[in-house]
């Protein structure tokens, strides 16, 4: 019998325990139902306390807003950081609520290095390739192009700034790079030459190809005179070929290519009276 008294004892504290829990959890879910629960802010700011270049705070807030289901308790943080992350010039979002009715969202922009393939992406400094209005990218100034297999976008931008260093010695500068599918390289400058650099055999390939091309240059600049290089071919191991307006064909094959002659201005006279 005491046995059956404590079983009823234990049951009845069990309800008992269940019935109050339910209580405070339909008290709790009334108390967030609450008006003054409800969002009536987002305030955007900078991830690292920088000032935000693309970004317009009013602009995304107004456009999120509406995406945004729940109020301070039940919106779901996660979809809202992804709401964000899919806005333009974004790259990286997190949200934080904000007592009583409020969400922090701290944002980290893209910052775009130069256009990538053609279909209008863009790359960034950290070899993210990311979709954004190109009129925004280069108002400051002309983006150089990238393009590559996909995948290799940390590669182009490793070997830019290997390229970006290398011409410096003949104050060069690469306004385009791209690596083909058959991983062969290509580079132009800012002179108008296109350079093509051809595939790695290993580490040193492009480097040394792109020296021996820095070493000769001057000469080839002072043989062609003002006559432009239009492409430059180094694939060759001991050698090199190139195209250029300022350069004439010999009829007999076995001479020496020469510099095409330069017009002469017609020589000024002057009459006295």
Request: net charge positive.
């Amino acid at each position: 019998m005491w046995h059956d008294v404590r079983a009823l004892n234990a049951t009845s504290g069990a309800i008992t325990a269940l019935v109050a829990l339910a209580c405070i959890s339909s008290g709790v879910w009334w108390l967030s139902q609450r008006p003054m629960f409800t969002l009536r802010a987002v305030r955007v700011e900078s991830m690292y306390g920088l000032d935000l270049q693309h970004v317009n705070e009013l602009t995304v807030r107004n456009g999120v807003m509406g995406k945004i289901k729940g109020n301070f308790f039940t919106s779901d943080l996660e979809q809202v950081r992804a709401t964000f992350e899919a806005v333009p010039w974004v790259r990286k979002a997190s949200v934080r609520r904000e007592w009583p009715n409020q969400l922090i969202v701290a944002v980290e922009e893209h910052e775009a290095l130069g256009t990538w393939g053609e279909d209008g992406r863009l790359l960034s400094v950290k070899g993210e390739v990311f979709t954004a209005n190109l009129a925004e990218a280069d108002e400051d100034h002309a983006l150089p192009a990238f393009d590559g297999p996909v995948g290799s976008e940390k590669e182009v931008l490793a070997r830019f700034a290997e390229l970006r260093g290398w011409f410096a010695q003949v104050a060069l500068v690469p306004e385009s790079i791209s690596l083909s599918n058959r991983y062969a390289w290509t580079v132009k400058l800012d002179n108008g030459m296109n350079v093509e650099l051809g595939r790695e055999k290993d580490n040193a390939t492009l480097k040394g190809r792109v020296q021996r091309l820095v070493s000769i240059y001057p000469q080839l600049v002072a043989r062609l005179q003002e006559g432009r290089i239009d492409t430059i071919d180094m694939r060759y191991p001991n050698g090199l070929a190139l195209s250029s307006a300022a350069l004439s064909v010999p009829a007999d094959a076995t001479k020496p290519v020469k510099a095409a002659k330069q017009k002469k201005a017609p020589t000024k006279t002057t009459k006295h009276i």
